[in-house]
């Protein structure tokens, strides 16, 4: 943005005014503006508008200065067309000067979603070390289980009471701390889309005034600042498919409650709808993961389960796993209260034996009650999971022309006319 801002240098040559106060107003305010001290150039641009409210260099300035001295919390809802329709009551053409501010509002944008990406993984980071310490402290409380009993000591049950208080304790406050840590990491990547959103109809007006350059040097500046939007959003992309592919690959295509959920609703998991959408605001819904996404829900999904064979199998596969589930949780049930009964310390290893026994009951037969479909979406899935994994966006798949420019949210009316 450095460059575009000493573009204002212009405005020395392109408006004279013969009052020299004001023309001193201005020169102190742009030295001040290309120094960055942006709010004794704001002061300045003030002072020359006290001058002389009618001549458009000082609002013009104002433009340049508010856009760069104005806070990230209160970049969005700066309105410059005030400062422009001031500046085009002189009737001069400001086109170059559209063109720079343009160029300054996309740098902002780029920058704050860049920030909000960097504070989502930064709380991210957070939230992955209180899951560990959840971890830790759950290890603890089963542990303590292994202390104490019927049979055990009076120390033995009491150390064990500790360590079960104490993990449970301590498991319970990390557990606080990692959804904490979700949330505000979830609020963080709403305001980086958010920002997204907003700068839409910025970057598209960027595209409709690129060809109205002739300046060489402001031609390049200003495609300096679109790449940089654009590897904002491709840092933010990144971002998103992650945490799309972390989501796939927890999403239960082997269970057929899930399966039958997706069939009557493929737009059902929210990480899916988010990244579509993201990929909509960017200009990129006909993009190669939103195509593959389309085609494994919408229509691959659809293609196994369409006939009412496959649709009964599908009823029969769910009620077998949840028999399957039923089951295994009961032995497991089974196993955990036996551990209070009279078992000899020779057979103190029965309760454990039992416990890995639902586990292995509760697989087999779950696994077992899969359709065929079920296996073949199954394999289809895990392929096109691992295909969109793979799949990367350059600055080159984003085209700002294709971003759709809506009225309702585009407050840059002055500079698109």
Not at 96 to 105: M, T
Not at 133 to 162: E, H, L, R, W
Not at 244 to 273: M, Y
Request: aromatic share 10%; net charge neutral; hydrophobic share 40%.
């Amino acid at each position: 943005m450095k460059e575009l801002l000493l573009f204002s240098k212009n405005l020395e040559k392109d408006f004279v005014n013969e009052n020299k106060d004001y023309q001193s107003k201005i020169d102190l305010g742009i030295s001040s503006l290309v120094t960055n001290d942006f709010s004794k150039a704001k002061q300045m641009f003030d002072s020359a508008i006290e001058l002389d409210s009618l001549f458009p260099s000082a609002w013009i300035g104002k433009a340049f200065s508010e856009i760069a001295f104005v806070s990230d919390d209160d970049f969005n809802s700066l309105e410059i067309d005030e400062y422009l329709n001031r500046a085009l009551k002189s009737k001069e053409d400001l086109t170059k000067y559209k063109v720079a501010l343009a160029g300054c509002l996309s740098y902002r944008h780029s920058v704050i979603i860049k920030k909000s990406v960097i504070a989502v993984e930064r709380f991210l980071e957070e939230q992955k070390k209180a899951k560990k310490q959840k971890q830790k402290a759950i290890s603890t409380a089963i542990v303590g289980t292994m202390f104490t009993g019927k049979d055990k000591s009076i120390t033995s049950n009491v150390v064990g009471g500790a360590l079960i208080a104490g993990g449970a304790a301590s498991a319970m406050s990390a557990n606080v701390k990692e959804k904490e840590f979700e949330q505000l990491a979830n609020s963080l990547y709403s305001k980086a889309l958010g920002q997204t959103y907003l700068s839409a109809p910025i970057l598209y007006l960027c595209g409709t005034l690129i060809d109205k350059i002739n300046d060489s040097s402001l031609k390049n500046n200003f495609n300096v600042v679109i790449d940089s939007w654009k590897e904002s959003i491709i840092y933010l992309y990144q971002k998103q498919k992650e945490q799309l592919i972390k989501t796939l690959k927890e999403l239960k295509v082997s269970d057929a409650s899930r399966i039958e959920s997706l069939l009557e609703n493929p737009s059902s998991v929210q990480e899916i709808g988010e990244f579509t959408t993201f990929m909509k605001i960017i200009g990129l819904s006909n993009h190669e993961v939103c195509k593959e996404l389309d085609n494994l829900f919408k229509v691959e999904l659809k293609k196994r389960f369409e006939t009412d064979s496959s649709k009964k199998d599908l009823e029969k596969a769910k009620k077998k796993q949840n028999i399957a589930t039923g089951l295994g949780v009961g032995i497991f049930v089974v196993g955990f209260v036996s551990i209070y009964f009279d078992i000899s310390k020779e057979n103190e290893w029965i309760p454990w034996l039992i416990d890995v026994l639902s586990i292995i009951v509760f697989l087999s037969l779950y696994n077992s009650a899969k359709s065929s479909e079920m296996k073949d979406f199954e394999s289809f899935y895990l392929k096109v999971v691992n295909k969109i994994s793979n799949i990367k966006i350059t600055n080159s798949d984003i085209n700002i022309n294709l971003i759709k420019s809506e009225s309702s949210q585009n407050n840059y009316n002055i500079l698109d006319n």
